[in-house]
């Protein structure tokens, strides 16, 4: 079973942000461990973002957020948010296409 999460986060500084992830994409070596990802911005709260990332099972995600990059880039991410991150952490019961 495939594992979403949605990262939600408010900031005021949309385009370092966008650079901090390019860089990580970049530094990553090999193939990434999840299957999609998408960045998105609301149209209602413009300075509100959410990163939708589906890995192929929670392990990988869970083993992915192990990672001390990962962790570093988190906390790198908190501190262009103007409030804490969110995290929605949701198992994918039905998807169509599939």
Known sequence: MSFIQIIEYET???????ALGDARMQADAGPPPFVRLAVTQDRDRPNRYMTIVEFPSYEVAMANNDDP???EFAVQMAA???SPPVFHNLDV???VPE
């Open 80 to 82: 262009l948010c103007t």
């Open 12 to 18: 005021d500084r949309p385009d370092e942000m966008q």
């Open 69 to 71: 990059k990962t962790q």
């Open 93 to 95: 019961r039905m998807s």
